[in-house]
């Protein structure tokens, strides 16, 4: 018998929500306008007085040319592709590439991230650290498997066993032609989040907010938004 697919529906989402760490910068390849398809090259030729470019471009040929996205604003959409690794599996990816996830309101990128910060926190042992963030919105327009309100899927939604979800990614991606995943947020609850598997489905988004995450030593019970007063509880 052949394994079940999700039905396919068109998601157009014109203010698509993520939330990365400010720790990592514009990557100038991908912000100019070169050819995309000539960025191994030119990649190759920085790398020879620079060896440090092949660590902040990541890994190009990831992403296929014709799937690249470029100019002001493509470091956001391209770093989540060529920077992958096993020791950074997601939910629909065990690390092998890459995935653009993003929510539909801020409420579910904060409360993703904020689960994902604490768990490397605790993994660490971090002492009590506050560590900076940025909101990017931008506008996501693709073709998706659906996995709302579909109790066939309902494993692939488990909070922390990612290995159905992984298989179901992987398959999708590869013998489905899959665009990306849309899903019920695990963390906010009625919320709606988006895997998406290819860079040119994504548009450049623009930077927002910058937001600061307090983990107190066992949680982050606070964020902050740079430019306001108080810090807002995370309950």
């Known amino acids: 018998m052949a394994p079940l697919v999700p039905t396919r529906t068109r998601v157009i989402w014109p203010k698509a929500t993520r939330i990365i760490r400010s720790l990592y910068p514009p990557i100038d390849l991908f912000e100019d306008i070169a050819d ?7 990649a190759s030729a920085e790398a020879k007085t620079n060896p440090r470019v092949r660590d902040q471009i990541g890994q190009i040929s990831l992403v296929p040319a014709e799937r690249r996205v470029s100019g002001p604003g493509a470091s956001w959409v391209m770093a989540p592709f060529t920077h992958v690794s096993p020791d950074r599996p ?15 309101t801020f409420e579910v990128a904060l ?7 604490e768990r490397a926190m605790r993994a660490t042992r971090e002492p009590k650290v506050v560590a900076d963030y940025r909101e990017l919105v931008g506008r996501v327009q693709l073709t998706a498997h659906d996995l709302r309100g579909q109790a066939a899927f309902a494993g692939s939604l ?6 159905e979800s992984q298989a179901l990614g992987r398959r999708l991606r590869a013998q489905e032609a899959s665009e990306g995943i849309v899903y019920p947020s695990v963390r906010a609850a ?4 988006l895997a998406v598997f290819w860079p040119d489905r994504v548009s450049r988004p623009t930077q927002r907010r910058h937001l600061a995450y307090r983990w107190d030593g066992e949680r982050c019970d606070a964020y902050f938004v740079y430019g306001e007063e108080q810090w807002k509880p995370l309950i």
């Open 190 to 193: 009625g919320g709606e989040a």
């Open 90 to 104: 997601t939910r629909f990816s065990a690390g092998d590439y890459g995935v653009y996830y993003c929510g539909r």
């Open 36 to 42: 995309p398809a000539d960025w191994e090259l030119l």
């Open 111 to 117: 409360r993703e991230t904020v689960h994902h910060f």
């Open 158 to 163: 488990d909070p922390d066993d990612y290995a």
